[in-house]
T-cell receptor, first 113, second 112 residues
Framework: DVKVTQSSRYLVKRTGEKVFLECVQDMDHENMFWYRQDPGLGLRLIYF???????EKGDIPEGYSVSREKKERFSLILESASTNQTSMYLC????????????FGSGTRLTVV | QQQVKQSPQSLIVQKGGISIINCAYE??????FPWYQQFPGKGPALLIA?????SEKKEGRFTISFNKSAKQFSLHIMDSQPGDSATYFC???????????FGTGTRLQVFP
């Protein structure tokens, strides 16, 4: 099974700070995703990546960027954190083939004060 | 329209009862419909999934019913247990892509 690790469970940052959320998968999967989860809104796709140095905007990319320099690592960057980016952030890697599906990390709960 | 509408938002069921969560969609290009289960403090985990050429799929106490003409699918949890208490998300994959569109989630509470 794929394992997806998010480096921080909880983060508290100040408004205007640059924030890095890290995600690492332990398999050689091309596709990785960043979602944010908010009550009543479900999971909304921020960015995804099909391979190293490749990225695509999701449904809510404003205020975010991503970096994928190595296949196993996909980073979400908040260029200038704002209070409306307080949320749970979930990273996922996609497994293809017979066991198709997403494997999610445990999430990072970010609070911007 | 790349939306998946999920209901109800919350559900309370007695132990041994049947839990039913419904989802509806508009985009006929969706080609795969998974359900995810999320416990507090954890990321969502794949529970069961169905493709649109099948009307029903059962795995243990969990069943997906799929109605292609109505563009609706639902999750049935038979003999619901307190350990099933979690948030459930339906999702749909956009065909020819790897993007999943998620519903808004249903918080299920099963009381003894």
């Amino acid at each position: 099974d794929v394992k997806v690790t998010q480096s921080s469970r909880y983060l508290v940052k100040r408004t205007g700070e640059k924030v890095f959320l890290e995600c690492v998968q332990d398999m050689d999967h091309e596709n990785m995703f960043w979602y944010r989860q908010d009550p009543g809104l479900g999971l909304r796709l921020i960015y995804f990546s099909y391979d190293v140095k490749m990225k695509e905007k999701g449904d809510i990319p404003e205020g975010y960027s991503v970096s994928r320099e190595k296949k196993e690592r996909f980073s979400l960057i908040l260029e200038s954190a704002s209070t409306n980016q307080t949320s749970m952030y979930l990273c996922a890697a996609e497994e293809r083939g017979a066991n198709y599906g997403y494997t999610f990390g445990s999430g990072t709960r970010l609070t911007v004060v | 329209q790349q939306q998946v509408k999920q209901s109800p938002q919350s559900l309370i069921v007695q132990k041994g009862g049947i839990s039913i969560i419904n989802c509806a969609y508009e985009n006929t290009a969706f080609d795969y419909f998974p359900w995810y289960q999320q416990f507090p403090g954890k990321g969502p985990a794949l529970l069961i999934a169905i493709r649109p050429d099948v009307s029903e799929k059962k795995e243990g106490r969990f069943t997906i019913s799929f109605n292609k003409s109505a563009k609706q699918f639902s999750l049935h949890i038979m003999d619901s247990q307190p350990g099933d208490s979690a948030t459930y998300f339906c999702a749909a994959r956009v065909g020819n892509t790897d993007k999943l569109i998620f519903g808004t989630g249903t918080r299920l509470q099963v009381f003894p």
